[in-house]
């Protein structure tokens, strides 16, 4: 089964249809740590868009980050998405607010590139995938900017060759320095496995039917209460294989790596970014400070790629709503397996 609508993004059909005078005026709604990087990236970097307008509930915030780039501060989120100079909308909020808002953008008919999570649930997801359905037409892109990773890319390419025979395992390690306060046990699956569901995704075109958590002994550095690291291991449809060691208290860098083991070979990304040294003091390498850093040319080119399919007039050049969903779906399993120390199947049911 395939997982996504337009899994392998192409720069050459993205460009058909291409109007080359049209601007696409965007609003980004949300404006703290996310919403300001992207707004930086449509003010400064992606071709084709013009950053119009900020809205944030923090009136003081909007207004700084409205004046830094000289656009329009909009103080409500719904007018900014209603309003007639606005083409497109980029949501980061916080997730919780992200159905409210997609919502009202489908009915607005405008494109939306919204930051994952899709939604907060796999029941709210739905109710996107059956809205944009009922519209017939794509509008909303998810975040999961990964996709757009040349390493993800080449090891999907990889996969689907078919050249190392069908994959078997993959092991995956997300490790992050520190996390932020009052981050919870649920949110490592929540906010950052979120991410290596997507790539598995990505990786073997395949839904993923189970996922199993384990937490061993907690790092000294978590703070009280916090299970880090965790195990979360994932069944494909087809069998494959997927462990995720989920550590986001190592107090000093960010990692995601990923190795694939196949019938007639392996492979394997993240282990080295950035440039490897070696002279008389030794053998080494830098360490990535955090995701903005390890993922920056992929967040770029996933909002070029969003940029050129809204202009294309195609909307979503990347993964969609049904690839939002189902990794809702997915980390709600995790998060109840997380409670119960069980396995627990994910049921994705039809796909409109
Ligand atoms: N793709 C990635 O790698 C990645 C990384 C980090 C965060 N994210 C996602 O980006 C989103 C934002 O995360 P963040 O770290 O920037 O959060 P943040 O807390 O730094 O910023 C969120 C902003 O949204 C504003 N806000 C809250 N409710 C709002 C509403 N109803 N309308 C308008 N504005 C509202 C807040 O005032 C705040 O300024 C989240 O969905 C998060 O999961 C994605």
Redesign the pocket.
Known sequence: MSTSSNPTPSPDTAREGYDRDRQVRVAV???????QDHARRLATLTVGAELVAV????VA?TDAVAAEFGVRAIHD?KAAIADPEVDALVI????F??EE?VLLALEAGKPVLC???LTTSPETSRRIVEKEAELGRPLVQV???RRFDTGYQQLRSLIESGEYGAPLFLHCAHRNATTPPNFSSEQLML?SVV?EVDSVRFLTGEEIVAVRVIAPRSTTAAPEGLLDPQFVIMETESGVLVDVEIFVNTTFGYEVRTELVAEKGQARIGLHEGIVTQSAAGWGGSITKD?KER?GAAYDLEFQRWIDAVRAGTNVDGPGVWDGYAAAAVCAAGVESLKTGQRVEVDLGARP
């Open positions: 709604l949300g404006v703290g740590m996310m919403g809205s944030d509930v923090d915030r989120p980061a909020t916080p997730g607010t992200h808002l930051e994952k999570p975040g999961f900017m906010d991410h995701f993922f």
